[in-house]
Protein backbone atom coordinates (compact mmCIF):
# COMPACT_ATOMS: atom_id res chain seq x y z
CA UNK A 1 0.00 0.00 0.00
CA UNK A 2 2.61 2.24 1.20
CA UNK A 3 4.87 1.65 -2.09
CA UNK A 4 1.63 2.02 -4.25
CA UNK A 5 1.17 5.27 -2.61
CA UNK A 6 4.93 6.60 -3.47
CA UNK A 7 4.44 5.60 -7.10
CA UNK A 8 1.22 7.50 -7.65
CA UNK A 9 2.96 10.02 -5.76
CA UNK A 10 6.14 10.32 -7.50
CA UNK A 11 4.07 10.11 -10.98
CA UNK A 12 2.19 13.12 -9.75
CA UNK A 13 5.12 15.21 -9.57
CA UNK A 14 6.69 14.30 -12.29
CA UNK A 15 3.65 14.93 -14.31
CA UNK A 16 3.48 18.39 -12.87
CA UNK A 17 7.22 19.17 -13.27
CA UNK A 18 6.95 18.15 -16.68
CA UNK A 19 3.87 20.55 -17.26
CA UNK A 20 5.91 23.33 -15.51
CA UNK A 21 8.80 23.09 -17.86
CA UNK A 22 7.39 23.00 -20.68
CA UNK A 23 5.50 26.15 -20.10
CA UNK A 24 8.78 27.82 -19.53
CA UNK A 25 9.57 26.63 -22.79
CA UNK A 26 6.98 28.67 -24.59
CA UNK A 27 8.53 32.07 -22.85
CA UNK A 28 10.98 34.30 -24.74
CA UNK A 29 10.95 32.64 -27.58
CA UNK A 30 12.28 36.06 -29.40
CA UNK A 31 15.86 36.59 -29.81
CA UNK A 32 15.92 40.95 -30.26
CA UNK A 33 13.77 43.51 -32.05
CA UNK A 34 15.07 45.92 -34.26
CA UNK A 35 12.74 48.99 -34.11
CA UNK A 36 12.97 52.16 -36.48
CA UNK A 37 11.48 55.42 -36.05
CA UNK A 38 11.89 58.73 -37.78
CA UNK A 39 12.87 61.41 -35.48
CA UNK A 40 11.01 63.91 -33.88
CA UNK A 41 7.83 65.76 -35.36
CA UNK A 42 7.55 64.06 -39.10
CA UNK A 43 4.71 65.89 -41.19
CA UNK A 44 4.73 63.49 -44.48
CA UNK A 45 2.74 64.62 -47.25
CA UNK A 46 1.30 61.41 -47.43
CA UNK A 47 0.35 59.19 -44.80
CA UNK A 48 3.60 56.69 -43.99
CA UNK A 49 2.73 53.09 -43.90
CA UNK A 50 4.16 49.90 -42.73
CA UNK A 51 7.25 49.29 -44.22
CA UNK A 52 8.64 52.99 -45.28
CA UNK A 53 9.93 54.32 -42.22
CA UNK A 54 13.26 51.60 -42.94
CA UNK A 55 12.96 53.42 -46.27
CA UNK A 56 13.86 56.63 -45.39
CA UNK A 57 17.49 57.55 -45.45
CA UNK A 58 19.52 57.22 -42.29
CA UNK A 59 19.83 61.27 -41.59
CA UNK A 60 16.12 60.98 -40.50
CA UNK A 61 15.89 57.85 -38.39
CA UNK A 62 17.26 55.98 -35.80
CA UNK A 63 17.25 52.30 -35.66
CA UNK A 64 17.50 50.56 -32.68
CA UNK A 65 18.38 46.85 -31.34
CA UNK A 66 16.43 45.35 -28.22
CA UNK A 67 17.62 42.47 -26.65
CA UNK A 68 17.14 42.42 -22.94
CA UNK A 69 15.37 39.34 -22.10
CA UNK A 70 12.50 40.91 -19.54
CA UNK A 71 11.59 43.42 -21.89
CA UNK A 72 11.88 40.85 -24.87
CA UNK A 73 9.19 38.48 -22.45
CA UNK A 74 6.51 41.21 -21.96
CA UNK A 75 6.47 41.92 -25.39
CA UNK A 76 5.82 38.74 -26.60
CA UNK A 77 3.40 38.31 -23.81
CA UNK A 78 2.02 41.89 -24.90
CA UNK A 79 1.80 40.89 -28.94
CA UNK A 80 0.10 37.41 -28.06
CA UNK A 81 -2.24 39.15 -26.18
CA UNK A 82 -2.82 41.43 -28.60
CA UNK A 83 -3.02 38.55 -31.32
CA UNK A 84 -6.09 36.86 -29.73
CA UNK A 85 -8.29 39.75 -29.18
CA UNK A 86 -10.66 41.20 -31.96
CA UNK A 87 -8.71 43.46 -34.40
CA UNK A 88 -10.67 47.24 -34.46
CA UNK A 89 -12.61 48.48 -37.67
CA UNK A 90 -10.82 49.15 -40.71
CA UNK A 91 -7.93 50.69 -40.02
CA UNK A 92 -5.78 51.47 -42.54
CA UNK A 93 -5.62 55.18 -42.18
CA UNK A 94 -3.56 54.13 -39.40
CA UNK A 95 -0.19 56.85 -39.92
CA UNK A 96 2.80 54.81 -38.79
CA UNK A 97 5.31 56.68 -36.33
CA UNK A 98 7.44 53.47 -35.48
CA UNK A 99 8.33 49.92 -37.34
CA UNK A 100 9.75 46.95 -35.04
CA UNK A 101 10.73 43.59 -36.54
CA UNK A 102 10.35 41.18 -34.10
CA UNK A 103 13.26 38.20 -34.83
CA UNK A 104 12.26 34.61 -33.21
CA UNK A 105 14.84 32.27 -32.53
CA UNK A 106 14.63 29.60 -35.65
CA UNK A 107 14.41 32.75 -38.46
CA UNK A 108 10.86 33.54 -38.30
CA UNK A 109 9.91 37.35 -37.68
CA UNK A 110 6.76 39.59 -36.90
CA UNK A 111 6.63 42.98 -37.84
CA UNK A 112 4.67 45.68 -35.14
CA UNK A 113 4.07 48.95 -37.03
CA UNK A 114 2.67 51.56 -34.19
CA UNK A 115 0.88 54.46 -36.00
CA UNK A 116 0.57 58.33 -35.39
CA UNK A 117 -2.15 57.88 -32.57
CA UNK A 118 -1.37 54.52 -31.18
CA UNK A 119 -3.03 52.20 -33.56
CA UNK A 120 -0.92 49.28 -34.33
CA UNK A 121 -0.74 46.39 -36.98
CA UNK A 122 0.79 43.61 -36.10
CA UNK A 123 1.79 41.52 -39.15
CA UNK A 124 -1.13 42.22 -41.43
CA UNK A 125 -3.75 42.72 -38.73
CA UNK A 126 -4.74 46.11 -37.72
CA UNK A 127 -5.75 47.20 -34.10
CA UNK A 128 -7.19 49.70 -32.70
CA UNK A 129 -4.80 50.31 -30.04
CA UNK A 130 -2.23 48.98 -27.20
CA UNK A 131 -1.08 51.20 -24.97
CA UNK A 132 1.06 49.01 -22.74
CA UNK A 133 3.15 47.98 -25.90
CA UNK A 134 3.61 51.28 -27.46
CA UNK A 135 4.66 52.93 -24.47
CA UNK A 136 6.92 50.20 -23.70
CA UNK A 137 8.70 50.29 -27.45
CA UNK A 138 9.19 54.03 -27.63
CA UNK A 139 10.28 54.08 -24.56
CA UNK A 140 13.16 51.49 -23.91
CA UNK A 141 14.11 52.77 -27.87
CA UNK A 142 14.22 56.21 -27.07
CA UNK A 143 11.59 57.54 -28.87
CA UNK A 144 10.65 60.13 -26.97
CA UNK A 145 14.11 61.58 -26.50
CA UNK A 146 13.20 63.21 -30.33
CA UNK A 147 10.74 65.45 -28.93
CA UNK A 148 10.37 68.31 -26.57
CA UNK A 149 9.55 67.62 -22.85
CA UNK A 150 6.04 69.93 -23.15
CA UNK A 151 4.96 67.95 -26.27
CA UNK A 152 5.28 64.78 -24.40
CA UNK A 153 2.03 65.36 -22.67
CA UNK A 154 -0.03 64.72 -26.63
CA UNK A 155 0.68 61.00 -25.94
CA UNK A 156 -1.76 58.79 -24.33
CA UNK A 157 0.35 56.76 -23.41
CA UNK A 158 2.36 59.03 -21.80
CA UNK A 159 -0.63 60.67 -19.84
CA UNK A 160 -0.97 56.74 -18.80
CA UNK A 161 2.10 55.95 -17.75
CA UNK A 162 4.20 59.42 -17.35
CA UNK A 163 7.82 60.34 -19.15
CA UNK A 164 10.13 57.86 -18.85
CA UNK A 165 12.42 57.97 -16.05
CA UNK A 166 15.66 58.47 -18.63
CA UNK A 167 14.29 60.68 -20.97
CA UNK A 168 16.64 63.41 -22.48
CA UNK A 169 16.01 65.99 -24.29
CA UNK A 170 17.44 65.46 -28.12
CA UNK A 171 14.78 67.60 -29.91
CA UNK A 172 17.23 70.68 -29.89
CA UNK A 173 19.42 69.21 -32.09
CA UNK A 174 16.39 69.30 -34.89
CA UNK A 175 15.20 72.06 -36.51
CA UNK A 176 10.97 72.34 -36.37
CA UNK A 177 10.87 70.28 -39.67
CA UNK A 178 12.66 67.52 -38.31
CA UNK A 179 15.67 68.02 -40.63
CA UNK A 180 19.19 67.53 -38.95
CA UNK A 181 20.72 71.00 -37.75
CA UNK A 182 23.86 72.08 -39.78
CA UNK A 183 27.20 71.52 -38.21
CA UNK A 184 28.55 74.70 -36.75
CA UNK A 185 30.90 76.73 -39.32
CA UNK A 186 34.97 75.64 -39.03
CA UNK A 187 36.70 78.10 -37.47
Known amino acids: MIKHNTIIIFLFLFILSSGCSN ?64 NGDDL ?45 IKKRSGYYNYFKKEYLVNFREIQKFGVPDDYKDLSIKYNPNSMPTPPPPLR
Do not use: W
Open 23 to 86: KHLNVNKIENIEVFYAKGIVTPVTMVVCGQIRAMPPDFIVDTLLSDKAFLTTVENLTNKLEKEE
Open 92 to 136: SDCDIRVECVVNYKGNKTKTICIGKFNCMKLNSTYHRECDSLAYL
